[in-house]
C-alpha cells in the first residue's frame, strides 16, 4: 500500500514510517519544510512539501489530494491535530481522490481533541479527574488567580482550532489582541500571591481563548 504520512518532523512520524516500512508498504512523507526527520529516515521512499495549515488550511488540503491523485487507495495519515483537523474537515476532497482516511466522523474527532470534553466523559464513566474550571474570559482569570487552589497546571482546552479565515491556530499562540493573553496575567497574578504566601507555583499557560485550570486542594 501508498501511504502518506505527514508532519515529519514528529517523533511519532519517524516511528511510523520505520514499522510501515518494515511491514513491506511505501511510505512516502509530507511536511511543511523542505527538511523532516521522518523524510530523511532510510525507510522513507520520498518525501514532499505542503504548505503549513495554519498559514493555509485549504491549500494545504489541495496539496495533499495532488499527491493522493497520483494513486489511487492511497492511505493519509495526519500525524498531529493541527493536520488532522483539516484533513477531517475536507474528507470528502480526499475521498473523491480516491485516497483513505482512518477517522471516525468530524463531530468525534473534534469531541476527541477537546479536553474538557474527555475530563467530563471521564468523571461520567466514574473514573477520577482533578478538580477542574474552564476559563474563558479575562475577568475569569484575573477572578480564578485570587481564588483558586494551588498547585494547579493550565491547559489550554484543545491544542488547535480553526480560526474564521480558514487558518488552523496552535492555543499556545497569544497575540495583544486576543483574550488569551490574559493566560499571562493570570500566570503572574498567581505568581506574586504564592510568592506573598511563600509557597511554590508551577503552572503551564499555553492558549488564547480559553483553558482549562486542574488543580488539588481541599477546598
Known sequence: MRILVLDGNENQSVAAVRSLAAAGHTVLVGADSSWSKAGWSRAASGSFIYPAPQQAMQEFV????AEVQKQSGT?????????????????????AAGGQLVLPPHETVLRAFDKQQTTDLAASLGIAV????????????????????YPIVLKPRSSEEV??????????????????CAAHRVRKRVARERHARGQDTRGFVEDPAGFAMAWRGDG
Request: net charge neutral; hydrophobic share 35%.
Open 62 to 65: 489541495a496539496r495533499i489530494v
Open 75 to 95: 492511505l493519509v495519515l495526519p500525524m498531529t491535530e493541527r493536520t488532522t483537523i483539516p484533513l477531517s474537515t475536507y474528507r470528502e476532497e480526499i475521498f
Open 130 to 149: 482533578p478538580r477542574t474550571t474552564l476559563i474563558s474570559t479575562a475577568a475569569e482569570a484575573q477572578q480564578f488567580a485570587s481564588t483558586g487552589y
Open 163 to 180: 480560526s474564521v479565515d480558514g487558518r488552523v491556530l496552535s492555543t499556545g499562540v497569544c497575540t495583544p489582541a486576543s483574550s488569551g
